[in-house]
């Protein structure tokens, strides 16, 4: 069984500082797809970014970034210079074979101004 | 540029009432699904479609039916609502399966009610 791990319900950080949300994951497959989703209060679901399983370098976009660390099964989000607009759930994803996304139960981040 | 649409926003059921949930999506993507965010519990997945007129299972499935007679429409039914499928539900697509070439692309939710 696939299954994702948040095991942060709740986080906060200041504005401008930066903060990393954990998530692990526990899978057998060796080849599959991470994904970080926001979900601000308009309750739209956004790509932030993704990360192949094979590829060893760590996925960057602007001021995201994860730490992806395979034998751990880990797959964290680093979100630097933090924004008020980055306040949001935030949801880790797993995929394996086509045709679902396994999800983690989400963390909650507050931006402090 | 639509994209994903979900319609209505919010709805209430009583108990036992049917209704359908809209999803439309004009990116001409093959692969659709519907998934269910509940509190505590992430999104699950309940039906996807991989193209028209092929449908199949997810994980939690029961008490939903799905059809897919066109490429940009996937609606969902509920035959008999349940308190228990009060939930946001989400319907969302990408171009062939997931991937990472092929993220979903999520439509805005719509809140059930089932009282």
């Known amino acids: 069984a696939q299954t994702v791990t948040q095991s942060q319900p709740e986080m906060s950080v200041q504005e401008a500082e930066t903060v990393t949300l954990s998530c692990t994951y526990d899978t057998s497959e060796s080849d599959y797809y991470l994904f970080w989703y926001k979900q601000p209060p308009s309750r739209q679901m956004i790509l932030v970014i993704r990360q192949e399983a094979y590829k060893q370098q760590n996925a960057t976009e602007n001021r995201f970034s994860v730490n992806f660390q395979k034998a751990a099964k880990s797959f964290s989000l680093k979100i630097s210079d933090s924004q008020l607009g980055d306040a949001a759930m935030y949801f880790c994803a797993f995929q394996t074979g086509a045709n679902n996304l396994f999800f983690g139960t989400g963390t909650r981040l507050t931006v402090i101004p | 540029n639509a994209g994903v649409t979900q319609t209505p926003k919010f709805q209430v059921l009583k108990t036992g009432q049917s209704m359908t949930l809209q999803c439309a999506q004009d990116m001409n993507h093959e692969y659709m699904s519907w998934y269910r965010q509940d509190p505590g519990m992430g999104l699950r997945l309940i039906h996807y479609?991989?193209?028209?007129?092929?449908?199949d299972q997810g994980e939690v499935p029961n008490g939903y039916n799905v059809s897919r007679s066109t490429t940009e429409d996937f609606p969902l039914r509920l035959l008999s609502a349940a308190p228990s499928q009060t939930s946001v539900y989400f319907c969302?697509?990408?171009?062939?399966?997931?991937?990472?070439?092929?993220?979903?692309?999520f439509g805005n939710g719509t809140r059930l009610t089932v009282t």
């Open positions: 969302a697509s990408s171009v062939t399966g997931v991937s990472y070439n092929s993220p979903l692309h």
């Open positions: 479609s991989v193209g028209a007129g092929i449908t």
